[in-house]
């Protein structure tokens, strides 16, 4: 276990992107960006991302494509509901709805985003799958910095600022 690999309890800090792999489309990137700074091992991020980078120094870049499992996992069927076009009653003063769409429901276990899929004048269909579920991801990652994380931040399971402490 040496300080200058990414491994559990680590905080790594990464510049990414992520293309779909059949045409290269970039869904994801940091460039222009801070890098995302995350502890390694505690299910912040996608389980592939993580596994793949384990073991990487700072200054080397990665690429890797993870299947869906990997990723988002794959499209569930129960995770697409119709809504009452009524509840969205008060939305619609301000937006017109449209297919395609991305909102965000307010549920019971906190804000839930959904793409709405089809609509018609009593329904909406609203998709809470992830929109990148099903799909095989490819991640260009690399690693800019790299630090063992506190123990406040360990306890918390999250980062908590550049030298790990709240402020």
Known sequence: MTENTVSNN????VHYKG???????????SEGREPLTFL?????MIPGFEE???GAKIGETREFTLSSDRAYGDRDNDAVMEIP???FAQLEQEA??????QLVAQMPHGPSPFTITSLTDDTVTADFNHALAGQSLTF????VELRAASEEELAHGHVHGPDGHHH
């Open 10 to 13: 680590m905080v790594a800090s």
């Open 19 to 29: 293309t779909l792999p059949e045409n290269g489309e970039v869904f994801d990137s």
């Open 40 to 44: 390694v091992g505690h299910k912040q």
């Open 52 to 54: 793949e980078i384990m």
């Open 85 to 87: 076009r009524e509840q």
């Open 96 to 101: 017109t709805l449209e297919t395609g769409m």
């Open 140 to 143: 260009s990652v690399e690693i």
